[in-house]
């Protein structure tokens, strides 16, 4: 069964960019939440989406925005990056709410 | 963002010896928690969960605990590798879909 698959897996974008990473979850699975990993915050909640639906939503600005297909792959995009934005984004994929969650290999963005 | 991440608190231990990591978890309504792995350039990585309906669970060379009382979940490694030197962190779900807070993380050193 192949694992959660995230592409690419760096990026190097300028400030004021915008940018779009994928990720596919394990087959089967409808739930796929984001993360962003920085060293200084760690690892926070940006959003999920279950069924093409976003369910949660975590504290960051509108610049950050996703969105699921009907084949569970999810996309999310980042407009008008700052350098702040610079962090691994991770991808996690489950079945549904208090279940198994399994990470991608993550998008290591650069803003520069 | 809810998961604060700071200095990493670090473990060393020596090869073979057994290891507990430990996490402070937030909110009481919490139902579900898992413990992961992540080692350097790769997303975290499922190690096992516990329901808060349970004290203990067992898997391969790993235990958790959950103290609900206080708000605590173990992690203990035995005989510990060096292959087990990476990053833990433990994540909380409480019924809010696939959203999972983590903790600030811990990184065990382990010494051959």
């Known amino acids: 069964k192949a694992g959660v698959t995230q592409t690419p897996r760096y990026l190097i974008k300028t400030r004021g960019q915008q940018v779009t990473l994928s990720c596919s979850p394990i087959?089967?699975?409808?739930?796929v939440s984001w993360y962003q990993q920085t060293p200084g915050q760690g690892l926070q909640f940006l959003f999920e989406?279950?069924?093409?639906?976003?369910?949660n939503k975590g504290n960051f600005p509108g610049r950050f925005s996703g969105r699921q297909f009907s084949n569970s792959r999810s996309e999310m995009n980042v407009s008008t990056l700052e350098l702040g934005d610079s962090a691994l984004y991770l991808c996690?994929?489950?079945?549904?709410?208090?279940?198994?969650?399994?990470f991608g290999q993550g998008t290591r963005l650069t803003v520069v | 963002g809810e998961s604060v991440g700071l200095h990493l608190p670090t473990l060393s231990v020596q090869e073979g010896d057994n290891s507990i990591i430990n996490c402070a978890y937030s909110n009481s309504a919490s139902d579900y928690f898992i413990w992961y792995k992540q080692e350097s350039g790769k997303g975290p990585q499922f190690i096992i969960d516990i329901r808060s309906n349970m004290d203990k669970r067992q898997g391969q060379r790993v235990t958790v605990l959950l103290n609900k009382t206080v708000k605590h979940l173990s992690l203990q490694i035995a005989a510990t590798q060096p292959g087990d030197s990476a990053v833990y962190f433990c994540a909380e779900n409480y019924n809010q879909g696939g959203k999972l807070i983590f903790g600030q993380g811990t990184e065990l050193s382990v010494k051959p």
């Open positions: 087959s089967g699975h409808r739930s």
């Open positions: 989406y279950f069924s093409e639906t976003q369910r």
């Open positions: 996690a994929s489950s079945s549904g709410s208090g279940t198994e969650a399994f």
